[in-house]
């Protein structure tokens, strides 16, 4: 039986800045995976939990219950990174005794006791403050790299499309001439609307349309795939095994991808293997790689250092209110940072950092009053306001992760 468990923290630990650019403006529990965020996930198994949140000191007010030394972190108190995809096994985490920690793949997954006292969140816990106990095989999945997110993606769309949505269930309207095949494994959501000659095809995996999806005629989703609420699809499109957060805007193709929400590539171009944060816009005709000629593994840049993800297929990473202009293109394994603005001919650099407005000719650091202004403006758009913590966050972002190690020129 699980232990009834009282209050949660949920950490961050180095991966808040290996899972850059899309941690910068988020907390790493807010990652979207599948139909549910991390923290969504986490929180599940502890319905009745206060949920306490330790994050960077940038995202402070961010966060709705943040760590407070002087309140949480008593003997007994339960810790869980919050890069953790938790799997069946993660339950029996409450038996963890007092200073000891779960570990797995070589990280802390969890731990019981008090804070270490020289630890800051992001930064590795020093694991001789534990008893060190493995992990069951079931706890889950450590995130530790924005592909982490995509390559594990597809399991968590089905998993949760048949755990958490009556699958078979129509409550949209579907026209005559649209092709539900493989209705059992199909869910569409109240308000939905799917359009003429619209085919959902779950023979690969199941498809959730949540509340109020419209689905543009002839266009073709294949499972496993999430598509959130108020999402659209254009006319023609083809969406494949993929994970769009609510109020997305999708034309074109989109493969094996993540929008973490409220993004824009809302015409032709090739989306694959990549994971777009929210408030962004793909210009039309984008492209992005996400296979190299020679077929090898694909490096990707993370901060200062050059990494080999192992994977064949890893597109792009775009962290949020990042835009590209008609016709833009992305070498495989790109990565563009918060508050870019892409154009013009030829691959861009594949390291971008954040607020650089240019492309393959040069980059130049773009000014923190019009991004604010923009950002303001394409926020509206959606009903939503850019908040006085939001602000807080863009501007730090803007003076700590903006330097470019030189511009490129002709």
């Known amino acids: 039986m699980q232990k009834r468990i009282n209050l949660i923290i949920l950490y961050e630990d180095e991966t808040a800045l290996t899972t850059e650019p899309l941690s910068l403006t988020r907390p790493v529990w807010d990652f979207r995976c599948g139909i549910r965020t991390l923290v969504e996930k986490i929180v599940s198994f502890f319905p009745d939990a206060e949920i306490v949140h330790y994050t ?32 069946s096994g993660f339950a029996s985490v409450t038996e963890l005794k007092e200073e000891s920690a779960w570990i797995l793949n070589g990280r802390i997954a969890a731990f019981k006791g008090r804070k270490p006292r020289t630890w800051e969140a992001g930064t590795p816990l020093p694991a ?66 799917l359009e003429p000659g619209v085919v959902i095809d779950s023979s690969h995996g199941p498809v959730v349309l949540d509340d109020g999806v419209i689905i543009g005629a002839n266009a073709v989703i294949e499972g496993p795939t999430y598509l959130g609420h108020g999402t659209q699809i254009k006319p023609l499109a083809h969406i494949r095994g993929s994970c769009l957060g609510e109020q997305s805007r999708a034309g074109g193709e989109i493969s094996i991808s993540i929008m973490q929400g409220y993004s824009n590539k809302g015409h032709g171009g090739f989306l694959g293997h990549s994971f777009i944060g929210e408030w962004c816009n793909l210009g039309s005709g984008t492209e992005t790689s996400n296979l190299k000629n020679n077929y090898s593994p694909v490096k990707v840049q993370i901060g200062s250092e050059l990494v080999d993800t192992g994977q064949m297929f890893v597109g792009l990473t775009m962290g949020d209110h990042s835009k590209s202009a008609i016709g833009s293109i992305f070498n495989t394994g790109a990565v563009v940072g918060v508050g870019c603005i892409i154009f013009g001919a030829g691959f861009p650099p594949r390291h971008i950092p954040s607020f650089n407005w240019g492309g393959a000719d040069k980059l130049t650091k773009y000014p923190l009053k019009p991004s604010l202004q923009t950002a303001k403006e394409v926020m509206l758009r959606r009903h939503k306001e850019l908040t006085a913590a939001e602000i807080e966050v863009l501007s730090w972002i803007h003076k700590n992760r903006s330097s470019l190690p030189g511009n490129r020129k002709k």
Not at 58 to 86: A, E, R, Y
């Open 56 to 87: 960077r000191s940038h995202l402070q007010n961010m966060v709705s219950n943040p760590f407070d030394p002087d309140k949480h972190g008593d003997n007994g108190t339960l810790w869980v990174n919050g890069n953790l995809i938790p799997g």
């Open 128 to 193: 001789e403050s534990f008893k060190r106990m493995k992990a069951p095989a079931d706890a889950g999945t450590l995130v530790r790299y924005p592909w982490d997110l995509v390559s594990n993606m597809n399991s968590e769309n089905a998993r949760e499309a048949r755990e958490l949505r009556e699958l078979g269930e129509c409550r949209g309207t579907v026209h005559k001439t649209a092709v539900l095949s493989g209705s059992e494994e199909i869910y569409v959501g109240e308000s939905c609307i």
